[in-house]
């Protein structure tokens, strides 16, 4: 994988995506054919991006996500009702 994080959570997701070593990353002010042809060379070449890249497949497969995401949802709604009852604002 590689990335080119242009706003929001992106440049966290590709420091991420570095750090974790399942692909790389470069910035938009840095990009350039030539870059961007090293960085998927170098990704497509080293089998340790796959095998990370595996590795972290199968740790995800193994956790519940979805349940996880959908509790997180649902407290999160719960405690703003509660808010909400008790100053008669809306909490957002």
Same mark, same amino acid.
């Given at each position: *994988?590689? +990335? #080119?994080?242009? !706003? &929001?959570?992106?440049? !966290?997701? %590709? =420091?991420?995506?570095? &750090?974790? !070593?399942?692909?790389?990353?470069?910035?938009?002010?840095? @990009?350039?054919?030539?870059? @961007?042809? $090293? @960085?998927?060379? *170098?990704?497509?070449?080293?089998? +340790? &991006?796959?095998?990370?890249?595996? +590795?972290?497949?199968? @740790? #995800? %497969?193994?956790?519940?996500?979805?349940?996880?995401? %959908?509790?997180?949802?649902?407290? =999160?709604?719960?405690?703003?009702?509660?808010? $909400?009852?008790?100053? !008669?604002?809306? %909490? &957002?």
């Amino acid at each position: *994988m590689v +990335a #080119i994080p242009i !706003g &929001y959570d992106q440049p !966290g997701v %590709a =420091a991420r995506i570095a &750090y974790h !070593g399942v692909g790389e990353f470069v910035e938009f002010d840095q @990009l350039t054919v030539e870059r @961007l042809s $090293e @960085l998927i060379q *170098m990704v497509r070449r080293k089998p +340790a &991006y796959r095998e990370k890249t595996r +590795a972290f497949q199968n @740790l #995800i %497969a193994r956790r519940p996500g979805l349940e996880v995401a %959908a509790d997180v949802i649902e407290h =999160a709604l719960q405690v703003n009702r509660r808010a $909400e009852l008790v100053t !008669g604002r809306r %909490a &957002y």
